[in-house]
């Protein structure tokens, strides 16, 4: 058995090109040599060890034929089951194949699917295809990198995963692919317009006249706006809202033939929002001078990453200066936007001022200091979405048990009453999966929740903290109390040890406990 070279590329790259030379004509052979380069270009050897010359043959060749002829129009996708019989070449998984035009988002799109679906991947070869091709979409020719040809590039996908045989399994993970494929391309084409409708936001701004926003208001919300120009925001939808009716009947609609992106694929995603269903401090928030709100997408994103994604909310003023509607939106903040110090980034800066003021600590000593580091790791999503009260009221209840080994939840409702966002700051060193799996199991029994993400942060602090955002059900509405699900958290994460510890202090005092305990 002739199994292929995963020691040396060079002695790989031999083997394969004299298999396509004995196996095909030489018009096909040099063609797949062609091909075979530019599938390779990024390969792992290792994921090939162990397996025989002629099934990587075998896949080369399959991978050849599929990209032989492609419309551009959508991805073309196959999923399928190799065997000796039918495909030449065998293997004991089933194969993934994605052929799109290149944009970016592919690779990890589809592989946000395969783990949504808990499908595990054996291999994956992603490479950048240039080839020339007819009016039909027939290849004519691969074009090396090298050639200085202007040559339209694609993307091709080949995974190998778990082995499924149920063809409805199969069936439906290809619709689903084929689906999020479209989700991408049409997030990619109108991505430039999304962009140029913060641009037009910002002078919206500029130029509005409303007596209820100061010029530094105004000021600081186009300066946001420039800021998540820079690269700070991955833009996924568009879509702008008007506000209709009043009293009971006041509601935003979204504006037919405004919807960009994913919102122009999945109109069943744009809600009218009905004012009255929401609370009522969350409608003041609405409808107050807050010239951008930010909340989170009931839906996840089937693009880039699986989180739900990010609403940011531009209010629109007519001539008057009274609240007409609002721009929307939708994306993921980026990696350059997680990382950047709060008192850089505008609107936040604000925030994180105002807290530091009213905390009236000095920056430059301890407690100022704690009190900068809290805010500068503080869930940048939550900084978004948190009002400046209720942050002033989270993080100065975190500053005085930063060295106690305490147990504190912190709780809040986002605006449309779709997600709660549970801080939980327990003991680091008794932190651990399984109770964090506990808490989780208390917060989204006690909310009915619906769907549940998490985040832990572990620093030099003698606290882990867990961001647990746990979706509702808006309609049910819900009233919860902290304090007992506070004390439900610190049962579970109370030790045996910790127990003896409070009896022995209740029991003989904290000098002579302690006495006990040291020993």
């Keep these: 058995m002739n199994l292929v070279d995963t020691q040396d590329r ?75 019989e039918v495909s030449g070449w065998q293997s004991s998984h089933t194969v993934l194949m994605v052929l799109q035009k290149s944009v970016p988002f592919i690779v990890d799109s589809v592989r946000m699917e395969l783990s949504a679906r808990e499908i595990k991947t054996h291999s994956i070869q992603y490479s950048t295809i240039r080839c020339n091709r007819s009016k039909k979409g027939d290849v004519t020719a691969f074009v090396a990198k090298k050639e200085d040809q202007q040559t339209e590039e694609e993307t091709l996908v080949f995974i190998e995963v778990d082995k499924h045989s149920d063809k409805t399994a199969l069936t439906s993970l290809r619709k689903s692919i084929v689906s999020i494929m479209d989700d991408v391309t049409v997030t990619v084409n109108d991505y430039e317009k999304m962009l140029s409708h913060t641009v037009a936001s910002s002078k919206e701004l500029s130029s509005t006249k409303s007596k209820i926003i100061n010029s530094s208001d105004m000021k600081e919300g186009v300066e946001f706006l420039h800021w998540i120009e820079g690269d700070r925001f991955t833009f996924l939808g568009y879509v702008e809202y008007a506000l209709s009716g009043s009293g009971k009947k006041q509601k935003l609609e979204p504006v037919s033939g405004s919807e960009l992106g994913i919102l122009r694929k999945h109109t069943d995603q744009l809600d009218q929002i009905g004012l009255s269903s929401v609370a009522s401090k969350n409608k003041h928030q609405l409808l107050s001078k807050q010239l951008i709100t930010f909340a989170k997408s009931s839906k996840r994103s089937s693009v880039h990453r699986p989180a739900y994604p990010d609403c940011i909310s531009i209010k629109k003023f007519d001539a008057k200066g009274h609240i007409i509607g609002e721009h929307c939106f939708l994306g993921l903040f980026t990696a350059q936007a997680y990382h950047e110090n709060p008192n850089s980034i505008p609107l936040l800066r604000l925030k994180t001022r105002s807290v530091m003021e009213r905390s009236g600590l000095n920056p430059r000593d301890y407690r100022g200091k704690e009190l900068e580091e809290l805010l500068a790791v503080y869930p940048r999503d939550e900084l978004f979405q948190v009002g400046t009260d209720e942050l002033y009221d989270v993080v100065m209840g975190t500053l005085f048990i930063q060295e106690r080994r305490q147990t504190r939840l912190f709780m809040r409702e986002d605006s449309y009453g779709r997600f709660v966002s549970c801080l939980v700051y327990v003991p680091r060193d008794i932190f651990n999966t399984n109770l964090r799996i506990k808490i989780q199991d208390i917060l989204v029994g006690d909310l009915n929740g619906l769907d549940v993400d998490f985040n832990t942060y572990i620093s030099e602090s003698v606290l882990a903290r867990t961001q647990i955002t746990i979706k509702i059900d808006p ?23 910790d127990d003896l510890e409070i009896s022995l202090f209740d029991a003989y005092g904290e000098e002579h406990a302690n006495q006990y305990i040291n020993k």
Excluded: M, Y
Aim: net charge neutral; glycine share 4%.
């Design 10 to 84: 060079k002695k790989f790259d031999a083997q394969i090109q004299k298999a396509i030379n004995e196996a095909l004509p030489k018009k096909d052979a040099n063609s797949v040599i062609l091909f075979a380069e530019q599938l390779f270009t990024s390969l792992f050897l290792d994921e090939f060890k162990g397996r025989r010359v002629t099934d990587i043959l075998g896949l080369i060749i399959s991978a050849w034929k599929f990209v032989s002829k492609f419309d551009g129009k959508h991805a073309k996708v196959e999923v399928f089951n190799p065997n000796l």
């Design 475 to 497: 309609v049910e509405g819900h009233a919860f109390n902290i304090e007992k699900l506070e004390q439900k958290i610190i049962d579970v994460a109370q030790s045996w040890e």
